[in-house]
């Protein structure tokens, strides 16, 4: 039953181009996520929060940032207990937008979880390891589970008329990195809590 106490996961869209394929393995994964009762979720669009290239004059581990869209980003960031990223792979690694949204926050992304769904070639698997780098750095809990949409689902979703339905072994990937996401983002609530 989701109540007051239910931990909010934002799903968080690492692609901002025009005609960019994420917003399918996006809703995909909000369809999914909201027949859950165990957590809560919030889609995030790296859209309506048009970062600078980083700018600031300290690290947000230092200093809270100056710039208004990353005090925004921050104050949002700040309302949610674990994160899942839709992640493209972009030369072997993450976007830069994505890159730059994860550099303009720390203490925001501390202590909670954080678990991706990657597409692409390799189902975005060099991308998602990077991402998992950096999220050590920024004091998160990077799942084991995820889901990666490899080149045969990839290109069958995008151009041969297939749909997530057709390749069922995703949803239990998906399954297994939200039930994950589910015990880490409770543990790490009641841990905050305690603490604070
Ligand atoms: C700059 C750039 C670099 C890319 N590098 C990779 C790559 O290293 N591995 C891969 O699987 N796909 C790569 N691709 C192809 C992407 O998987 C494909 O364009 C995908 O649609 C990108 O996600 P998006 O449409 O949501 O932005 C690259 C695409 C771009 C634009």
Known sequence: MITQSTPRIGIILGSTREGRFGETPAKWIR????????????AIDLRDYPLPFFEEQMSPLFAPPQNAVAQRWAAKLATLDGFI????EYNHSMSAVLKNALDYAYAQFN???????????VGAARSIEHLRM?????????????????????????????????????????????????????ALKSARGAQS
Do not use: C
């Open 31 to 42: 369809d999914l996520a909201s027949k859950r009762t165990d957590l809560n979720f919030e």
């Open 111 to 121: 202590r909670k979880p954080i678990g991706f769904v990657g597409y692409g070639g």
């Open 134 to 186: 950096v999220a050590v750095e920024l004091q998160m809990a990077p799942v084991r589970f995820a889901v990666h949409v490899g080149m045969v689902e990839f290109l069958g979703i995008w151009q041969q008329g297939k749909s997530f339905d057709d390749f069922p072994h995703l949803e239990q990937s998906a399954t297994a990195m939200l039930d994950d996401i589910s015990w880490w983002a409770r």
């Open 85 to 88: 990223v839709v992640t493209p």
